[in-house]
């Protein structure tokens, strides 16, 4: 079975791949039309991809019979298309929820003590503590969680060693489930803005999630608010955000963004980081640590092999795919 692999991969895990048989092109930098082109000129079965985007286009002159996103969400890849050509979409779900948790608790920290701020002007050789020496603390203040998956309920375990205060809203969240979190449920998103002085977003990007912090969300927040959002840019909506920075000086931390370069390198053009307001932003790189890398990378190879192996798909995201699968290839070759 021959697997392309078009962005990053621990060589520890690529080795382990061609040491249980699978016939490896590792192509890291392939984006766009070169994708495309590889895609079919490979032959490939599998193809896995990170953030690597993958197109209507991609699929339409290919041989694959799977895609796996070696990561957790896959808004980046067209699975309508997918499904119509009967070709699997597989997720590893989970595997980096730990890396994101960090990271949000992280820019919450950093929005209250402005930890960026501070470094920037001792880099400048400015000493300002007048300044800096006013914080609010979050002990005893309340945060609020958009989804309770395993990333909100990895948040509700660091919110509560620092002592605040958790409330929640997610579609899956029963009073049972809350009681048993030890935290008090919202019936919206808004009814979670009205109470909490931070907000953190882990909710999956989905049509029904789609600019779900909008401008209702942002009129019920408190003013002077932290927002950190590193779920996905489409979850927010950017214009009333801006507003809200501007109008209730709400403090933004931010990992993803309405608009993102393709590459993991290039320049950024979203211009949300240049309203004036305290902004914090990262390079979406809340799983992109060495711990969450492997472990996803292990996931993609269990995926591999019980594709392989048993014909089955591990976290199939269409499973609707196989009513228009065609007699697959021989799973050894």
Not at 50 to 59: A, C, D, G, Y
Request: net charge positive; glycine share 8%.
């Amino acid at each position: 079975m021959k697997v392309l692999v078009a962005d990053k991969f621990p060589d520890r895990a690529l080795q382990r791949m061609k040491e249980l048989g699978f016939e490896v092109v590792y192509k890291p930098e392939l984006k766009g039309e070169a994708l495309n082109t590889e895609v079919a000129k490979s032959s490939a079965d599998v193809l896995v991809v990170r953030s690597t985007k993958v197109t209507e286009q991609t699929l339409e002159s290919s041989q694959l019979s799977l895609v796996i996103r070696a990561g957790s969400g896959y808004d980046t890849i067209d699975v309508g298309a997918a499904s119509r050509r009967g070709i699997y979409v597989s997720n590893c779900p989970g595997k980096n929820s730990v890396a994101v948790a960090e990271l949000a608790m992280g820019l919450l920290l950093a929005l209250d003590r402005r930890i960026a701020d501070n470094v920037q002007q001792l880099r400048e050789k400015k000493w300002n503590k007048k300044e800096f020496a006013k914080a609010r603390g979050l002990k005893g203040r309340t945060l609020g969680i958009l989804g309770v998956g395993t990333i909100g309920k990895l948040m509700i375990e660091r919110a509560k060693a620092f002592g605040m205060k958790v409330v929640a809203w997610s579609r899956s969240l029963t009073p049972e489930k809350a009681a048993a979190l030890g935290i008090e449920q919202k019936k919206s998103p808004e009814e979670v803005a009205a109470v909490a002085d931070a907000i953190s977003v882990h909710v999956a990007m989905t049509p029904e999630t789609k600019g779900l912090c909008g401008e209702r969300f942002f009129a019920a927040m408190k003013k002077g608010a932290y927002f950190v959002n590193t779920a996905r840019g489409g979850v927010v909506d950017e214009e009333a955000l801006k507003k809200a920075i501007r109008e209730k000086g709400i403090r933004a931390g931010l990992d993803v963004f309405a608009q993102e370069p393709s590459s993991a390198a290039g320049t950024f053009e979203d211009d949300i980081v240049g309203v004036e307001g305290v902004i914090y932003g990262t390079h979406h790189i809340g799983a992109s640590t060495d711990q969450a890398q492997m472990a996803i990378a292990e996931e993609t190879i269990r995926i591999l092999r019980q594709y392989r192996d048993q014909e089955q798909v591990p976290n199939v995201v269409n499973q609707e795919a196989a009513a228009k699968r065609v007699p697959a290839r021989d799973a050894a070759s």
